[in-house]
């Protein structure tokens, strides 16, 4: 008896999307007999945008500001999972979900009243929802029911704040108890639900009674903004019934048109509550904070109520950097697994031609590999080793390790560069080589063609794994086939953006931040002064970096945002362009220093630090700065002070087509392709640009496309495992 030949399925892309998708394929009894799994990537890590490494002083290094909201229903449940299947010894220092997530109550939204910025501190209540069985929100009247438990607690935490100025809330707790019991009830859902009247009673008390008492209390307008903004909210989602028709219903409305047709106040509107969600899920035009964001209205209804109906707590950070704690654990489960993975494998084109096998329909013939480095060693199945050991975990490097490469000497030396202008430092008149780049001289040292057929680099499904961004570049001929391809490209927008970290002597407390913390919660804000209105205090990062013992940092602070950009890409021929990139991003990052520092850190400017001096500015000289000029005595000439310290720090511009943040504006969720809808009878796709229900750029959203591609070629997970996803219609089924 011939034994039947194993399925290949190759993955294109090792960002989430692809990592999940392997996951997910490897999880299923057996796979091994039916199926071999590759995945190709670009460079030397894994990630995609969520990629991270260790610098200098093993630092951690990260693409933007990363973490898990506690409504993660998909990426929740996949770490708690790695974790339980690795089974990493005790004395790591992460070694379970538990010491992996690093679970926080509190977050920052700043205000600008009266000419002045305002922080306004917010507590989430923690629940006992177990973060790993996210079951119970299966249902969006639980979201809807979540709302209204947070609003009571609200009420409650304001009450005798409230009483204090004649209020009394007693009456707002009823209502609550009301509107949940109504939403517990099989009724009839739409502008006729009972609930509608519950939440015109209580608007009518707020207007009547609270509204003219904002004027004299903080806490009074903040509650006022609270219970307006969930109320239309609430409004809003019955009066849709989102609850049978779901959210894309509401997806050629922007969202602050919605809004204010479902009760907000224009107060509301521009509150930095109201603005949250669109800050952090970058909604400006072409990257442009000075335009007004734009954003689908069910995207953002969709999103927001999920981020109120949390398990455990609001909010999750990471015990260590991306890289350490979600992508390598995910990466050694799969290779342990079985999963075959080629690095420094950058794909150039997929081909189109007809499917014999299905008259009239189209698959993908082939796929352009430019192999970009290959290994010195050449026995069977060998594979690069992409990990290093930092504090006891394995790492990413920022850099590819040079020694297990033919080429590596090569790479690691660099190139002439034509045109150093301004640079300077040891590497000037060297352009270094950045294997990541779309704009990298180095060529592919040898050619290769993964083709369809049982072939030795054949496949017989493919998984396009590839952020949007490159779709315009490797996807000539499906775009031309597929008329649904193009709408797609053209209407899903995806923005540059822009990150920074800084390293400081002082911890944020001695520098004037003036919110104490309790427990593990942090100052994190995603509405601060833009573009790089995202911030977090990422301090607990500090011990799981390598610093010297007589120079390692107190105080560390991320800050992300958005980079505007108009006109065309420069053709990637262009190798000066990401300098230039770099640079724009360093002048930016020292100008909002300068200009934002003394509102955040007052004691850290020069006039709180070492007065007098600039009271708004961040005094540089508090930068940790490891090079050997930068710790000598204030008066020596070669001491390095200021800004030149800036120098040491972390900036990085996102610029690459797989870089690029993917928004949501109105009628874009039309534009998204469903895994298996590719119109391609060998194709899958996996992205935070494809259909997942959720529809936002974020590690969820790519977590469920992931889970999505695999239903597409197996029908695993099924579609009511995918929380988040809409109820499938009678006549929905996978590829």
Request: with cysteine; aromatic share 12%; proline share 8%.
């Amino acid at each position: 008896m011939v034994e039947a030949r194993r399925k290949v399925i190759r993955i294109l892309g090792g960002g989430i999307g692809g990592l999940t998708t392997a996951f997910e394929l490897t999880s299923q009894p057996g796979w091994q007999d039916r199926y071999e799994v590759h995945l190709h990537q670009l460079g030397w890590r894994l990630g995609g945008k969520c990629a991270s490494s260790r610098g200098d002083n093993g630092r951690i290094e990260e693409h933007g500001i990363h973490g898990f909201l506690g409504s993660y229903y998909n990426a929740i449940p996949l770490v708690k999972a790695i974790y339980d299947e690795l089974d990493r010894p005790s004395t790591m220092p992460i070694h379970s979900f538990d010491t992996a997530m690093v679970p926080m109550s509190s977050v920052i939204m700043w205000e600008f009243i009266d000419g002045q910025f305002k922080k306004w501190p917010f507590r989430f209540p923690p629940n006992d929802y177990d973060p790993a069985h996210p079951e119970k929100f299966a249902k969006i009247e639980q979201g809807l029911i979540s709302v209204l438990e947070l609003l009571k607690f609200i009420h409650h935490e304001h009450a005798a704040h409230a009483k204090g100025h004649g209020l009394e809330l007693n009456f707002f707790q009823k209502l609550f108890d009301s509107a949940i019991d109504a939403l517990e009830k099989d009724l009839a859902h739409g502008p006729n639900h009972p609930v509608f009247e519950i939440i015109d009673k209580a608007w009518r008390w707020l207007y009547a009674h609270l509204l003219s008492k904002i004027d004299d209390s903080d806490t009074l307008r903040h509650l006022f903004l609270l219970t307006d903004y969930m109320l239309a909210l609430m409004r809003g989602a019955i009066h849709a019934n989102v609850i049978e028709n779901g959210y894309d219903q509401l997806d050629d409305q922007d969202w602050g048109d919605w809004l204010k047709a479902n009760g907000a106040s224009p107060m509301t509107l521009t509150s930095s509550l109201a603005i949250n969600t669109i800050n952090l899920s970058y909604q400006n035009p072409h990257g442009d904070t000075t335009r007004q964001p734009v954003m689908a209205a069910g995207t953002y209804l969709h999103w927001t109520l999920r981020s109120f109906a949390y398990l455990g707590y609001a909010v999750y950070a990471f015990a260590a950097g991306t890289g350490e704690t979600m992508i390598a654990p995910l990466y050694e489960v799969l290779k342990k697994r079985g999963v075959k993975f080629h690095f420094f494998h950058k794909v150039e084109g997929l081909h189109v031609g007809p499917d014999p096998a299905n008259p009239g329909k189209h698959k993908i013939i082939s796929v352009d590999i430019g192999v970009q480095a290959t290994l010195k060693d050449k026995s069977a199945g060998a594979e690069y080793q992409p990990l290093v050991p930092v504090k006891g975990l394995p790492c990413w490097p920022a850099e590819p390790l040079y020694d297990q490469l033919v080429q590596g000497d090569k790479i690691k030396a660099g190139v002439l560069d034509p045109d150093p202008g301004e640079r300077t430092g040891p590497d000037h008149g060297i352009r270094k080589i950045d294997l990541e780049s779309w704009w990298t001289p180095w060529k592919p040292v040898k050619q290769m063609t993964l083709t369809a057929g049982d072939g030795p680099d054949g496949f017989d499904e493919l998984v396009f794994a590839i952020s949007i961004g490159a779709v315009p570049y490797l996807c000539h001929e499906l775009i031309k086939t597929n008329p649904a391809w193009d709408k797609m490209v053209k209407g899903i927008p995806a923005v540059l953006t822009q990150t920074m970290q800084i390293w400081l002597k002082e911890d944020s407390t001695t520098l004037g931040w003036d919110i104490p913390y309790t427990g593990n919660d942090t100052a994190v804000s995603g509405t601060f002064v833009a573009p790089i209105n995202g911030m977090v205090d990422f301090h607990h990062l500090i011990p799981m970096e390598n610093w010297p013992a007589d120079n390692t940092p107190k105080g560390l602070w991320y800050f992300s945002g958005v980079m505007d950009e108009y006109g065309p890409q420069p053709p990637f021929s262009d190798h000066d362009y990401p300098y230039r990139q770099h640079a724009r991003v360093r002048y930016q990052c020292i100008q909002y220093l300068q200009a934002t520092t003394g509102f955040i850190l007052p004691k850290g400017t020069p006039d709180g630090w070492n007065p007098p001096g600039d009271p708004i500015c961040l005094d540089f000289n508090l930068l940790v700065d490891t090079r050997p000029n930068a710790n000598l005595p204030a008066n020596a000439p070669e001491a390095i002070r200021g800004i030149p310290r800036f120098e040491s720090q972390f900036w990085r511009a996102n610029i690459d087509p797989t870089e690029r943040y993917v928004t949501s504006p109105p009628g874009s969720t039309a534009c998204r392709i469903k895994a298996w809808e590719t119109g391609f009878t060998n194709l899958a796709i996996a992205g935070d640009w494809i259909y997942t229900g959720l529809n936002v750029g974020s590690f969820e959203g790519t977590v469920m496309s992931g889970k999505l591609a695999s239903h597409a070629l197996t029908g695993f997970p099924t579609l009511d495992t995918i929380y988040g996803y809409p109820k499938p219609k009678a006549a929905e089924t996978a590829a």
